[in-house]
C-alpha cells in the first residue's frame, strides 16, 4: 500500500510517498481503507520534531474516515463495508490502517462521508473543551484563540449552540476575521491588542471562559484578561513557547485552569470517546454544527498542506483525499 512516510524531522520535503507493508489487525481490531485523513496542526509539530519521539520511519496523521475492510475476531460493533471514522493506530496518511475497535465510530447512514471525515479530531476536541471542561453557560462571555482554524472554528459554533453570552475570537490577521464572524463570534480582535481591547469592553471584569491552543505570552496575557471564577482551557502550544502563570494568580481570585490532550485520552480512556461520537454525529445530522472544510488536497500533494496550515493563511479544516473509491 502506499503512505506517506517521513526518516527524519524536517520541513514538508521530507514526507515521502512509499510503498509498505498493509497492516493486519489484531483480534481486538479493524483494518480501515481510508478514503479521506486530514492535516491537524500536531502533525507539523511530529513532522518538525517538536512533539513525537524520533521513531523513523513515522508516518504522521491522527484521523482517517474510510471503510472497513477486515475485522478482528472479537470485533462486534462494525463489519466489513461500514463507513467509519477511526483514530488509527499508526499514522493516517496511509491506504490503509489499522484502529482499536475502541477508536472506530460507525458515519450514521445520513452523514456525508466528507463532513463525517473532517470531524474526528476537531469535532471531538472541541466537544470535550466546551461541554465537559468549560462547561460553557448564557451568563459567559468566551474567548477563543487562533478562531478561524479547524479546531477554533468549531469550537466557535459550540461556544453558540451552548448559549454563551458573548464569544470573541482572535486571529494573527483581520483577513481571516469573516469565518469566525458567521460562525457566531461577536468580535474578532488580532493577537497585536486582544487584551486591551477585552478590558476596554468588559469594563476590566475579562472573560470567563478561554481557549488557549497557543500557550507562550499569549498564555500570560490571557491569564490577566480572565474574570474572577473564570477558566483558561489550555489544550496546544502552538506559538512553540510555553505558558506560564504564578499560583496566586488563581487562588484568591477562584480561577482555574484546566489541560486536556485528545491523545491521552485516546491511550488513556478511549471508552469516553463513544459518547462524544454519538452527541458530535447528532449535531452533525441534525444541522446545528458545520465543520468548516477549508481545503482539500489529494495525497500526493500533503506537503502542500502541511505548507499552508504552517503559512498560518488556512481557515477550517485541511483534508486529505487518499482514495477514490466512494
Ligand atoms: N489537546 C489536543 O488534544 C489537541 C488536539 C488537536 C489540536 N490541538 C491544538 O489545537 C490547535 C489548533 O489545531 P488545528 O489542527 O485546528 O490547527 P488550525 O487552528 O487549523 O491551524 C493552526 C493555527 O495555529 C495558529 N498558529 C499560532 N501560532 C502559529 C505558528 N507559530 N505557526 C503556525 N500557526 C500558528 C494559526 O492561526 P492564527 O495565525 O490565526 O493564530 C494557524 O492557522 C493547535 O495548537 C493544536 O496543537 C490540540
Redesign the pocket.
Not at 477508536?103 to 474526528?120: E, G
Not at 513557547?241 to 484546566?258: D, M, P, Q, Y
Not at 486529505?320 to 473509491?325: A, E, Q, T
Given at each position: 500500500m502506499k503512505a506517506v512516510v517521513i526518516n527524519e524531522f524536517g520541513s514538508s520535503e521530507v514526507l515521502q510517498l512509499k510503498e509498505i507493508p498493509k497492516p493486519e489487525p489484531k483480534p481486538d481490531e479493524i483494518l480501515i481503507k481510508v478514503i479521506y485523513t486530514s492535516v491537524?496542526?500536531?502533525d507539523v509539530?511530529n513532522r518538525t520534531g517538536n512533539k513525537a519521539k524520533a521513531e523513523f520511519p513515522m508516518i504522521l496523521g491522527l484521523d482517517a474516515a474510510g471503510i472497513v475492510e477486515k475485522v478482528g475476531a472479537s470485533v462486534e460493533k462494525v463489519q466489513p463495508g461500514d463507513r467509519v471514522i477511526c483514530f488509527p493506530k499508526r499514522g493516517a496518511y496511509a491506504e490503509y490502517v489499522v484502529a482499536s475497535d475502541l477508536l472506530t465510530f460507525k458515519i450514521p447512514d445520513q452523514l456525508d462521508f466528507k463532513i463525517a471525515a473532517a470531524c474526528p479530531?476537531?469535532g471531538f476536541?472541541s466537544y470535550k473543551l466546551t461541554h465537559d471542561l468549560a462547561q460553557i453557560n448564557q451568563t459567559d462571555t468566551v474567548l477563543v484563540h487562533?478562531a478561524?482554524?479547524?479546531?477554533?472554528s468549531t469550537i466557535i459554533q459550540m461556544a453558540k449552540l451552548l448559549g454563551a453570552k458573548r464569544i470573541i475570537g482572535t486571529?494573527?490577521s483581520l483577513e481571516?476575521s469573516s469565518l469566525p464572524l458567521e460562525l457566531g463570534a461577536d468580535d474578532v480582535y488580532t493577537y497585536a491588542d486582544f487584551d486591551e481591547k477585552i478590558k476596554e469592553s468588559t469594563d476590566d471584569k475579562g472573560v470567563d471562559i478561554i481557549f488557549d491552543?497557543?500557550a507562550g505570552e499569549i498564555t500570560k496575557r490571557s491569564m490577566d484578561i480572565l474574570s474572577h471564577f473564570g477558566k483558561l482551557i489550555h489544550?496546544?502550544?502552538?506559538?512553540?513557547g510555553i505558558g506560564s502563570f504564578n499560583t496566586k494568580e488563581v487562588h484568591a481570585s477562584c480561577r482555574s485552569v484546566l489541560g486536556?490532550?485528545?491523545?491521552t485520552t485516546r491511550k488513556e480512556r478511549p471508552e469516553t470517546l463513544e459518547p462524544v461520537a454519538r452527541q458530535l454525529f447528532e449535531l452533525i445530522t441534525n444541522g446545528k454544527l458545520e465543520i468548516q472544510i477549508g481545503a482539500e488536497f489529494p495525497l500526493e500533494k500533503i506537503a502542500e498542506a502541511h505548507d499552508l496550515?504552517?503559512s498560518?493563511k488556512?481557515t477550517g479544516k485541511i483534508l486529505i483525499r487518499v482514495s477514490r473509491s466512494c
Amino acid at each position: 500500500m502506499k503512505a506517506v512516510v517521513i526518516n527524519e524531522f524536517g520541513s514538508s520535503e521530507v514526507l515521502q510517498l512509499k510503498e509498505i507493508p498493509k497492516p493486519e489487525p489484531k483480534p481486538d481490531e479493524i483494518l480501515i481503507k481510508v478514503i479521506y485523513t486530514s492535516v491537524n496542526y500536531a502533525d507539523v509539530k511530529n513532522r518538525t520534531g517538536n512533539k513525537a519521539k524520533a521513531e523513523f520511519p513515522m508516518i504522521l496523521g491522527l484521523d482517517a474516515a474510510g471503510i472497513v475492510e477486515k475485522v478482528g475476531a472479537s470485533v462486534e460493533k462494525v463489519q466489513p463495508g461500514d463507513r467509519v471514522i477511526c483514530f488509527p493506530k499508526r499514522g493516517a496518511y496511509a491506504e490503509y490502517v489499522v484502529a482499536s475497535d475502541l477508536l472506530t465510530f460507525k458515519i450514521p447512514d445520513q452523514l456525508d462521508f466528507k463532513i463525517a471525515a473532517a470531524c474526528p479530531t476537531v469535532g471531538f476536541l472541541s466537544y470535550k473543551l466546551t461541554h465537559d471542561l468549560a462547561q460553557i453557560n448564557q451568563t459567559d462571555t468566551v474567548l477563543v484563540h487562533s478562531a478561524a482554524g479547524g479546531v477554533g472554528s468549531t469550537i466557535i459554533q459550540m461556544a453558540k449552540l451552548l448559549g454563551a453570552k458573548r464569544i470573541i475570537g482572535t486571529v494573527s490577521s483581520l483577513e481571516k476575521s469573516s469565518l469566525p464572524l458567521e460562525l457566531g463570534a461577536d468580535d474578532v480582535y488580532t493577537y497585536a491588542d486582544f487584551d486591551e481591547k477585552i478590558k476596554e469592553s468588559t469594563d476590566d471584569k475579562g472573560v470567563d471562559i478561554i481557549f488557549d491552543s497557543q500557550a507562550g505570552e499569549i498564555t500570560k496575557r490571557s491569564m490577566d484578561i480572565l474574570s474572577h471564577f473564570g477558566k483558561l482551557i489550555h489544550f496546544g502550544n502552538s506559538s512553540g513557547g510555553i505558558g506560564s502563570f504564578n499560583t496566586k494568580e488563581v487562588h484568591a481570585s477562584c480561577r482555574s485552569v484546566l489541560g486536556f490532550s485528545l491523545g491521552t485520552t485516546r491511550k488513556e480512556r478511549p471508552e469516553t470517546l463513544e459518547p462524544v461520537a454519538r452527541q458530535l454525529f447528532e449535531l452533525i445530522t441534525n444541522g446545528k454544527l458545520e465543520i468548516q472544510i477549508g481545503a482539500e488536497f489529494p495525497l500526493e500533494k500533503i506537503a502542500e498542506a502541511h505548507d499552508l496550515i504552517s503559512s498560518r493563511k488556512s481557515t477550517g479544516k485541511i483534508l486529505i483525499r487518499v482514495s477514490r473509491s466512494c
